[in-house]
């Protein structure tokens, strides 16, 4: 696509070594083929708002960034029920999956200079994966990662908290939207169907309004919000996650080459 200078839009994460994310983007780079990864938590409404409020100075300067992303663990008749993310060596696990997010985090705190992690991931434990990141920004920030494949099947719940001394912002997906109704799932007992009906949520559709992005940005000829740097960076940090979980020690990321061996 890229030597046919075709605009390409790629799921997150970019891709699961980051060797092949770095030929990728260089070979956009090179042909100068448009290349935007769907790193998506930067549309949604709430994430975007908060974002531009850290920015605007709203709260000062971010101290604390914590993010929960947590959902249940891939299943056969779950929703995404391919054995693609219950396979570590194609998937990478959590950590690459709802852990990847740690792109929201790079978008408010700035590049990320440590990172530790505990988690699940290496310990042999059935159907539950679990990673625990905590960053250190270069801005002397921290950030804490919660991603989470061990909730109940039916569950998926996300939360957000950026703290500084001159404020707070805290959002939490199971606070209740204007209506809820809930419906017994007849194809897949056992699992519960959830409509959520607001209002005001048809125009803040994530996923049209990222794709929206892309093609403004190419009819402007401007860059995306997201870089294949962000992208990059996005799974470097996550990779070196695992590797903490692995070895029990603190990554420096900027000596951070990942064994793929």
Known sequence: AARARVAIVCEKPFARHLRDAEEMAEACEATGTPLFVAHVVRFFPTYARAQSAVTSGAIGKP???????????????????????ADFARSGGVALDLAIH???????????????ARGLTFTGTPNADHA???????????????????????LYRTRLKIADEQGLIEWDSFQPPPLIAAFHDAEHPGHARHLTANPLAAHDDPYYAQLAHVLERLAQNKPFLVTPHDATMA??????????M????????ESFREKTA
């Open 63 to 85: 101290g604390v960034i914590r993010t929960m992303r947590a959902g249940s663990y891939p299943r056969p008749g779950a929703a995404f029920s391919s054995p693609f993310y």
């Open 102 to 116: 740690i792109d929201y985090h790079r978008w408010i705190g700035g590049e990320v200079e440590r990172v530790f």
């Open 132 to 154: 625990y990141i905590v960053l250190r920004f270069r801005s002397g920030a921290i950030g804490h990662i919660d991603a989470n494949w061990a909730l109940p099947p039916g």
């Open 235 to 244: 799974l470097k940090v996550s990779l070196a996650a695992l590797e903490s």
């Open 246 to 253: 692995r070895t029990g020690l603190p990554i420096e990321l």
